[in-house]
């Protein structure tokens, strides 16, 4: 039995990318959608990564069953969806991907428009997640400087290294992402005030 599904997934999926059940819309009835992902995964066309996740399994020379970590099925819910850039790391999180801290984060902490309260933890294969909602909404446009932002409420928090290092760190990253002090200036007063000081400590 031929099904739209299929045809579907490889046009717009790659392999190992999650597949969120509840995002598929061909435009067949509920009782023939899970008919149709119910087929796919008997004749391994599709495997399954947990409830309402599955992904276009990998060739692998090692064989084995397919698999795709958790970490990229929460990527793809949470920070990059089809449509865009709906989230980014914070906290810990984003301060160790800096080079900032030589803390490894047990919880990763995640600002989301995928999040409904202000602050809630998920646990997947082991693995737990610190989701909040964002203080203004995230966009393709603004992630960066709202991530940057973000960081720069928390900066002594977040730093090991002294305060010449970290500043050097802090304005790399805002120079190759092409972060300006009107950028953050604009979204600033959605932070505590103490952010201003600390871009102009920077010397951001």
Known sequence: MKTK????LLKNYSPGEPIFYKDISIGSSAD??????????KTGKIAKYGNGTFFLPKKSLLGGE???????????????RKDGIIGYY????????LGVT???????????NNCSSNA?????????????K?????????????????????YRKYTDY??????????????????????LFKHADNFNRSVYKTIIELGL
């Open 102 to 112: 030589y803390q490894v984060p047990i919880v990763k902490e995640i600002v989301s």
């Open 66 to 80: 397919p698999f795709i970590s958790t970490d990229a099925v929460v990527f793809s819910k949470y920070i990059s």
């Open 5 to 8: 599904l299929l045809p579907y």
């Open 32 to 41: 023939s959608m899970r008919h149709q992902f119910a087929m796919l995964l």
């Open 120 to 132: 809630r933890k998920i646990a997947l294969n082991g693995r737990e997640y610190q989701i909040r």
């Open 90 to 97: 914070s906290g810990l999180t984003f301060a160790n991907q």
């Open 134 to 154: 964002p203080k203004f909404k995230v966009t393709d446009k603004n992630h960066k400087v709202l991530q940057l932002l973000s960081f720069l409420e928390n």
């Open 162 to 183: 002294e305060s010449g290092d970290a500043s050097e760190k802090v304005r790399a990253y805002a120079k190759s992402n092409g972060i300006t002090q009107e950028q």
